[in-house]
């Protein structure tokens, strides 16, 4: 049976349509996907993202153990910063792609993605050396709320000083009264916060939310949104864009890359990739014509298939079919041409600087 | 506007049919638009190609998934919704009227007994629900 969010009850009462995602009973909509992207563009919007897991390390080594199982580097970041990570295989793969946050040199907090939860956190306690995982999961939901009106919103909920928190920094103070993390981070492009609390106080929080932002037009919003938000970013997606097989190298998430800081999980095979050279890229494009690009379908170059579309959507603020997929690296410069395969018929593509999206 | 209303035939696809004095115009249905969400994209024939009944004629696309059309009736097509290019979300909006797609000129009417009838769909969708 699926599994519920502590915010199930909030959802129904709202009118959601639910979907299963990863296993987990989700609203994939309210109103309607383009409405609730919209909201995110233009006012707020509110995700409920509980389904999401939280692994922790605690105590003195903490940093160390976590730094050495993923390609970013918690030493450089201060207390009170996260980073966006690769949790790698030894092969360089994707196991997940995390968030990091980094409370102090000896407590480390770890987003994961629902799909991974329980994977994530046997890969880490198997490879961890020292400090071991703590899987927190259950303890905490969380919610999103994105868009240009989201620091005007919180601001009024929270005696924390929103304007000095930069993106990527976090803070731990209460919201509406309730004890939550309070992070500058999220999946949209827009500013916005990410919310952890406690899931006994995630509906009070959820409806308090709304309530005071009813004034700047927000709106709850699902993973539909959620998703076109995302594409529009060319934000990697756990499972469609990034897997166990994708390198970060291959992913265009070198940056998040850091091999100078010393040994972690993958970083061998990340070393022998630079060397040998990468050989595909994920590029984002534009399709010329009508008719969208899809997970699955196939990308061709002079008749041959060589990759396939990872994402892509009716891109609901750029007016255009877009999508992501893995190239040859001959093909992935702005301007590169090949054909997307739409329902047998080869339709002309282009590759676009990313994201495809500029916040205004 | 009813959701389902009486003057139209339906397939267990979700299009419907509406007999005109020499042609059929085709849709989709309340449910289908519903189910699909916000419409983004609509793959039509051309004007003068053949459509099969029961085989598909085009695609519909929503942010969320595509799903094909299917022919309810088989015949020549003599006109297409190119609002739908610029407009796509008249099939959400308005799936009777302003959102319909085809309009055929049907092989053999009779064609048109064979669907269902707007109770019968009506209760195809209460099972499938």
Redesign the interface.
Known sequence: MARRTPLYGAHRKLGA?MVDFAGWEMP??YS???AEHQAVRTGAGLFDVSHMGEIEFVGPGALDSANRLISNDLARCSDGQAAYAGLLNDRGGFVDDVVAYRFSPERIFICVNASNREKDYRWMTERAQGVKPLNRSDDYAQLALQGPNAAKILQRMTATELSTLGTYRFTERKVAGIHCIISRTGYTGEDGFELYCSPDEAEKLWFALLEEGEGEGVTPAGL?ARD?LRTEMKYALYGNDIDDDHTPLEAALSWIVKMEKGEFVGREALQRQKAEGVRRKLVGFEVAE???P?HGYPILSRGQKVGEVTSG??G?SVKK?IGMGYVPSQLAAEGSAFQVEI?NRPVLATVVKTPFWKRR | MAEYPDDLKYTKEHEWARAESKSVVIGVTFYAQESLGDVVYVELPKVGSTVTAGTPFGAIESTKAVSELFAPISGKVVKVNDQLVNSPETVNQEPYQAGWLIEVEPSDPRQLDQLLDATAYQELIKQSN
């Open positions: 349509r994939v909509q309607s996907v383009v539909g076109s009508s008719g969208i899809r959507t009716m609901p079919a329902r």
